[in-house]
Structures are given as structure tokens and as C-alpha cells.
């Protein structure tokens, strides 16, 4: 003969839940002749005031461009020149440049910040206008801190020496891309 039981259990659960929500990184330039704005794609390029309008061989002409994050970004990152694109015109083959980042945000973008020891981003020998340096240099940005601007790059841009008789009154356009990476 045989015998039944049947035996109670108790039961109770616990949960864990999380939200969750990704970070905001975007960044905005400006250059002397351009306010403070996302100048993508390249056809929206920021355009650097050179003032190179009558260049000689070996006569340099400077312009800087200021990299900062958004006012909405909640992440420091990094910022390289990592392209060149969208460039036309018969004096490509003999314009050469070089470019630093400025010591501070108010620096003056002329000879004296390739003076010393400045922040080599292309540099310190000149490259062909439409190279960038095969391994870029990486620059920290960090996070937002409303109208004030993070990095600046100095350009400098010249005409090769011993560059040709024919290419008096040519001329020529180059777009740089700067990435700037979350971290």
C-alpha cells in the first residue's frame, strides 16, 4: 500500500531592470571668416582666410581653423587631420604646407607658432598640399564648455621653390577633413 504526500513550496523573485542612453559627440568650426557651426560635408567646408591671392614661390601665407565640441556633447574625444579632398586647380602640384596647434585658443596663426617647439600636425617639413601625414596626430578635445574653442591649427601654405614660370596666375582649391573621434 502505498502513501501520498504532497509537499508546499513558497516561491518569491527579485528583479534587476537598467536604462540605458548612448552619448552625444558632435563637434562644430570656426575660421576668421566663418561663426561657429558643423561645416558637413565637404561642400559646406568652413573656408580658412588665407589672403593668398598673390603668392610667390617660397612666400607663406597662414590661416587657422578652430575644432570644438557641442554644446549637447557629453564626451571628450580626439580630433586628426586625416583627409584631403575635393581639390582642383594647376597650382596643386607645387603648393606645399605645414600645420601646428596653436599653443592656446587666442594664439596668433602666423610664423611665430612654427617657431620654438610647436604641436606638429603636419610637420616639420612641408608636404604637398593634398598629402596628410600617414600616421595623424591625434589631439585631445574634451568636453563642451560653451563659447569657448577647444583646438586650433595653424595652417601654413606656400609655392615650392624653384617653382616653374607657368604657373604665374594659376590657382588652385584644397579641402582638408578633420575626424574627431568619441573616447
Known amino acids: 500500500m502505498g502513501t ?16 540605458f542612453a548612448a552619448s552625444v559627440f558632435g563637434t562644430e568650426s570656426q575660421t576668421a571668416s566663418s561663426g561657429w557651426v558643423s561645416h558637413t560635408p565637404v561642400g559646406n567646408a568652413a573656408m580658412l582666410a588665407f589672403n593668398a591671392t598673390a603668392m610667390s614661390p617660397t612666400v607663406s601665407f597662414y590661416a ?19 583627409s584631403s579632398s575635393n581639390n582642383s ?12 596647434r596653436t599653443a592656446g585658443i587666442s ?4 610664423s611665430a607658432a612654427f617657431s620654438g617647439s610647436p604641436t606638429w600636425i603636419v610637420g616639420p617639413s612641408y608636404l604637398t598640399i593634398t598629402s596628410v601625414p600617414g600616421s595623424p596626430v591625434s589631439s585631445v578635445l574634451t568636453v563642451p564648455s560653451g563659447a ?3 583646438l586650433r591649427f595653424c ?9 616653374g ?5 594659376t590657382g588652385a582649391s584644397v579641402a582638408w577633413e578633420f575626424t574627431a573621434t568619441s573616447t
Open 4 to 19: 501520498t504526500s504532497t509537499r508546499a513550496a513558497w516561491t518569491d523573485s527579485e528583479y534587476g531592470a537598467g536604462s
Open 64 to 82: 587657422w581653423i578652430s575644432i570644438r565640441t557641442t554644446s549637447t556633447t557629453n564626451v571628450g574625444g580626439t580630433v586628426a587631420l586625416t
Open 89 to 100: 586647380g594647376p597650382l596643386l602640384p607645387v603648393l606645399e604646407y605645414r600645420a601646428v
Open 107 to 110: 594664439s596668433a596663426c602666423s
Open 148 to 150: 569657448t574653442p577647444q
Open 155 to 163: 595652417f601654413e601654405v606656400r609655392i615650392q621653390s624653384g617653382a
Open 165 to 169: 614660370n607657368s604657373y604665374q596666375g
